[in-house]
């Protein structure tokens, strides 16, 4: 039988990977003060500048897709029937970040 302490284990991403990940949500967030946080404890961790770039622009495409998603959705409510493409294909089962 696993004990709560394994299963913790099984569970947690490698610590550079969680920051990355971090770095997205902070971005995402639009939280300065959380990705200040994250950006200098990714640089001391050997996280290389182009790995926090790279997880900040996929964070920016996200949050941006999803942004013209809502704008698209309050213009058709309202009746004002011009849309914004979105940056992924839906169609192509493509995301956002593609």
């Known amino acids: 039988m696993e004990t709560a302490t394994a299963k913790e284990k099984d ?3 490698e610590d550079k990977i969680e920051n990355l990940i ?3 949500a902070a971005t995402a967030a639009n ?3 959380c990705f200040e946080h994250l950006y200098e404890k ?3 961790s050997g996280i290389t500048l182009s790995q926090i770039k790279w997880a900040s622009d ?3 495409l996200v ?3 999803a942004h013209i998603a809502l704008t698209n959705s309050v213009k058709e409510l309202i009746g004002i029937e011009t849309t914004q493409n ?3 294909e839906q169609t192509a089962n ?3 970040c593609s």
Request: one cysteine or more; charged letters at 15%.
């Open 22 to 24: 971090a770095i997205g």
């Open 11 to 13: 569970m947690v991403l």
């Open 94 to 96: 493509k995301s956002c």
């Open 31 to 33: 939280c300065i003060p």
């Open 63 to 65: 949050k941006k897709g």
């Open 42 to 44: 990714a640089i001391n």
């Open 58 to 60: 996929i964070a920016e």
């Open 86 to 88: 979105l940056p992924c």
